[in-house]
């Protein structure tokens, strides 16, 4: 693209003509363009939802869905971050399975106390991040050769510790990072009152951020969407978590990964749109070279990248070894792929600079869609790798085709 | 046969929202040069992606008449056929394969059993090298040799395709004036052989130099196509502005303070040759209030002086003392450079200044993001408001701050630049090329933004390669040839011959 002609203006451009329904319209259609992942989620959750005569929604296969893709939806935060700086890292399922095994030792065979050893074992993820981070940003490596080294080192390492046989019997309190249910506090009932009280907090707590936000921004005099959309979309987004808190309930209440997922989602949503260090990951991922003439520390920055990346693999071999109650050699096994897979079908672009926590989060919970919906159809896990690679491909095709129809580079 | 080689009859071509160029008529001449000037945005490019089939036969209307047929192109290779052959101002080259590869790229020449006969491709790539005048062995790896003699590959390339209408969208804008004076007689020789070419280019003093008739094209729009003999700036640029242009600078009366910065010895070495001086121990200062140039021709050091300066990011082995307000200050880092009041607009603005993929809002907030920190996470609609408070005063041509950089032009996208380092509040700011590939009534916004800055107080540093620009706004100019300063000259005293003479002047050895 050159410089040189005025391109197509983007958004702003509003024929005055235009009766209000029509740019209201337009108004939900751009909207709704710009969820694209989202409406795609809606979309496979409603085939198998049909294909599967609605066993995919019954509350025990939702509690299930979530516990079974917690490890990757973990992973894929990290991994967001780590391509939006125009990185990628592929050891992420061997550092999994070298924390797991990790964790077999300090918990099981030193017999320490659970705390300590989850502590323990996130601080070995901080130190795998160091290693690699050391290499990528002060040595200048590609990280994809650090972490393609770091996938062999650390699947090699997990073995050593592992001395070629399995850990399991974890003490209850560390199992509960994978299936625990925080449940029946209030006694016993048919609706756990405390996962529907959580629900509605949420609930609440959302659309006081919501209407916040709006204020906000109207303050400032940006322009915000209209008011009925808004709503529709707040009634939309009540509904479906009213839908979701009410299964949990109805099965055995709030797994625990649930939890430690969604204090991640908040935390790092912020972090990544609303405090320094995120920005700079995007500027990195945009233009490296300005970020660094702009006086952002390009280095720094991707140093604490996989640092981060290194814990958050760490606990993402904490859940997964906590939930089988084992670590074993092939723990963690193709989870870089998945975990990548979910960052590009959450809109990440290639190249970096582009990508977000929650599309992430919704990228990895179309993969768990398909393996769990697939799995109830007893299709096999052949097809199943099969049609998850025909999803990534074609996500990303989707994403290169939007963006050459709209112009950008 | 009429004597046009090229008619193009009302092509219109719109964009969603946009009329890029509307019913837009040019004729060329069977073997004249034809130049096209306009403002960026004009339509310029537009026009000659139609042309050349980048734009593809059924997304604009009108008809392109080349050699009496009308023709249709629907892709670049249709409009190479015919003997059409567009070098585009980025150059398409791939650095690591070899003159003569590069020449004969997807269309290379075979010997038996369809494998690549490389005696063929070299010879034949010598003798289109000797065509253009490029004295450069056919196997040389392209990144070994400068740009000038890049362009001259391209054209050998466009020659490698038996070209009959050369199209050559701005030319000089990389080279330097040697390069550009032997590209500018290359095309002159070209047109003895019969090639007709289009030269796009927003420089007039070459434009009168080679063209036989100009087009000049306004808001998409062919306003009219000038005969070589009635060819005068003025007309030109009232054509291109659509109005008289009084003054191409604006007033600037010179309120000059204290000094507040002061370079001394500043040397640096080549950052992978470290024997190779680049910076060879400069001194200069700057005051407050003042607007001071750096004249130099390409390759004296001027941005490599501009960027160790700049928190060390260019070089290596650099070495002198940094004062500001006489208070010795370290620049080490580029974080340090800018805490200690200083900002750089770099030349590139696509490499090295701009997240293209991001928008006016978060380009403008990058160099200064802890400003907007309000209990440690970044206020956006704070940022919101900057951003727009900017848009006002810099005049960038936006809809909202929410546009992609990306998508503006390279005028805005300078302001856009310049606002994000007078956001992070320096006292010092250094623009390199700062009006570089941008249209004139632009460059007349940037030199008000410099005078502003200058009577705000501020110390300026403007490095350019066009003399009139550097007289034009300068309150002092140093020359600098070979990486050394070779003149210290007050406005009042420097004149172009006195610049050139010491910007060529060669070191004692």
Same mark, same amino acid.
């Given at each position: 693209m050159s410089d040189q002609e005025t391109t197509p203006a983007t958004g702003g451009v509003v024929n005055p003509r235009e009766n209000k329904t029509a740019s209201w319209l337009s108004h939900v259609l751009a909207d709704l363009g710009k969820n694209g992942i989202f409406i795609a989620l809606v979309l496979v959750v409603v085939l198998f939802t049909f294909l599967t005569d609605g066993i995919l929604l019954r509350p025990q296969n939702i509690s299930n869905l979530i516990v079974q893709n917690g490890y990757i939806l973990v992973l894929a935060i990290g991994m967001v971050m780590v391509i939006v700086a125009g990185h990628i890292d592929l050891s992420v399922g061997s550092v999994a399975a070298f924390v797991g095994a990790c964790s077999g030792v300090f918990a099981?065979?030193?017999?320490?106390?659970w705390w300590l050893a989850i502590i323990m074992s996130l601080g070995i993820g901080a130190l795998v991040g160091v290693w690699q981070g050391f290499w990528i940003a002060y040595v200048g490596i590609p990280a994809f050769i650090v972490t393609l080294a770091g996938m062999l080192i650390f699947r090699g390492l997990a073995l050593v510790v592992l001395g070629n046989s399995n850990i399991g019997s974890f003490p209850a309190e560390y199992r509960a990072l994978g299936n625990g249910f925080l449940t029946d506090v209030f006694g016993e009932f048919d609706l756990d009152p405390l996962t529907l009280g959580v629900g509605v907090i949420a609930v609440i707590a959302l659309i006081v951020q919501q209407v916040r936000t709006r204020l906000g921004r109207a303050k400032y005099g940006q322009e915000v969407e209209p008011l009925v959309w808004f709503v529709a979309k707040l009634v939309l987004i009540t509904a479906a978590l009213g839908f979701f808190a009410y299964a949990l309930a109805s099965y055995k209440g709030i797994p625990v990964t649930l939890i430690v997922l969604a204090v991640l989602v908040l935390i790092y949503g912020v972090v990544m749109n609303r405090t320094v260090f995120g920005r700079h990951i995007y500027a990195i991922g945009g233009n490296r070279h300005a970020a660094e003439l702009s006086g952002i520390k390009n280095r720094k920055v991707d140093f604490y990248l996989f640092v981060n990346m290194g814990i958050l693999a760490a606990l993402a071999g904490l859940i997964f070894t906590a939930r089988l109650n084992l670590a074993g050699p092939k723990a963690g096994d193709g989870f870089e792929l998945e975990a990548i897979s979910a960052a590009f079908i959450g809109g990440a672009a290639v190249q970096g600079g582009i990508g977000t926590v929650g599309g992430a989060i919704i990228g990895g919970l179309i993969i768990g869609v398909l393996n769990n919906g697939m799995s109830i159809l007893g299709i096999g896990i052949e097809w199943q790798q099969a049609v998850k690679g025909l999803v990534l491909l074609l996500a990303v095709a989707f994403d290169v085709y939007n963006k050459r129809r709209s112009g950008g580079r | 046969m009429t004597t046009n080689i090229l008619e193009m009859r009302g092509i219109t071509k719109t964009f969603p929202g946009v009329k890029a160029l509307s019913a837009v008529t040019l004729d060329v001449g069977r073997g004249e040069v034809h130049a096209i000037c306009g403002e960026n945005g004009a339509g310029k490019s537009t026009l000659m992606k139609v042309l050349s089939g980048v734009y593809p036969h059924g997304t604009y209307t009108g008809d392109i008449v080349f050699e009496d047929e009308i023709v249709e192109f629907k892709s670049i290779s249709d409009s190479e056929a015919k003997g059409i052959v567009i070098i585009h101002q980025e150059l398409a080259l791939s650095?690591? *394969?070899s003159i003569a590869e590069n020449i004969f790229l997807n269309n290379e020449q075979r010997g038996a059993l369809g494998l690549i006969d490389w005696n063929e491709t070299n010879s034949e790539a010598a003798k289109l090298l000797a065509r253009v005048g490029l004295k450069e062995n056919p196997t040389t790896r392209i990144m070994d040799i400068g740009v000038g003699k890049q362009q001259l590959v391209e054209i050998a390339k466009a020659l490698s395709k038996r070209v009959k209408l050369l199209i050559l969208d701005e030319p000089t804008a990389a080279l330097n004036d040697d390069d550009s004076d032997h590209l500018l007689d290359l095309i002159l020789h070209l047109k003895g052989q019969g090639i007709t070419s289009i030269i796009i280019s927003h420089k007039l003093n070459e434009i009168k130099k080679v063209s036989d008739s100009v087009t000049v094209i306004r808001d998409g729009r062919a306003i009219e196509t000038i005969a070589k003999d009635d060819v005068t700036e003025e007309r030109i640029i009232k054509d291109m502005v659509?109005?008289? *242009?009084?003054?191409r600078y604006p007033d600037h009366t010179p309120d000059i303070g204290a000094e507040i910065l002061r370079v001394e010895d500043w040397t640096a070495f080549h950052p992978q040759d470290t024997t190779r001086m680049m910076v060879d121990h400069v001194n200069l200062n700057v005051r407050a209030g003042e607007i001071v140039g750096i004249a130099g021709l390409m390759g004296a050091g001027r941005t490599e002086f501009a960027m160790s300066l700049f928190g060390r990011s260019y070089g290596s082995r650099i070495s002198g003392k940094v004062f500001k307000h006489g208070v010795e200050i370290r620049t080490r880092t580029v974080t340090e450079a800018i805490d200690n009041g200083l900002a750089y607009a770099t030349e590139d603005r696509k490499t090295f200044g701009l997240n293209l993929i991001e928008d006016i809002k978060r380009n403008i907030s990058m160099a200064a993001l802890h400003r907007l920190v309000r209990n440690g996470l970044v206020n956006d609609n704070e940022e919101y408001q900057v951003a727009n408070e900017y848009r006002a005063s810099m005049n960038i041509k936006a809809p909202n701050v929410l546009v992609k950089t990306g998508k503006l032009s390279g005028g805005n996208q300078q302001k856009v630049v310049l606002s994000k380092w007078i956001y992070s509040n320096p006292d010092v700011l250094i623009l390199d090329e700062p009006t570089r590939g941008i249209d004139v009534g632009a460059k007349y916004e940037i030199y008000t933004i410099i005078n502003k800055l200058a009577a705000a107080g501020k110390g300026v540093i403007v490095i350019s390669s066009e003399l009139p620009e550097l007289l034009g706004i300068c309150d002092r100019i140093y020359t600098l040839a070979e990486g050394a300063i070779t003149g210290e000259f007050p406005i009042e005293s420097a004149t172009p011959e006195t610049l050139i003479k010491h910007m060529t002047m060669e070191k004692a050895r």
């Open positions: 099981v065979q030193w017999g320490l106390p | 650095p690591y *394969l659509g109005r008289d *242009l009084e003054h």
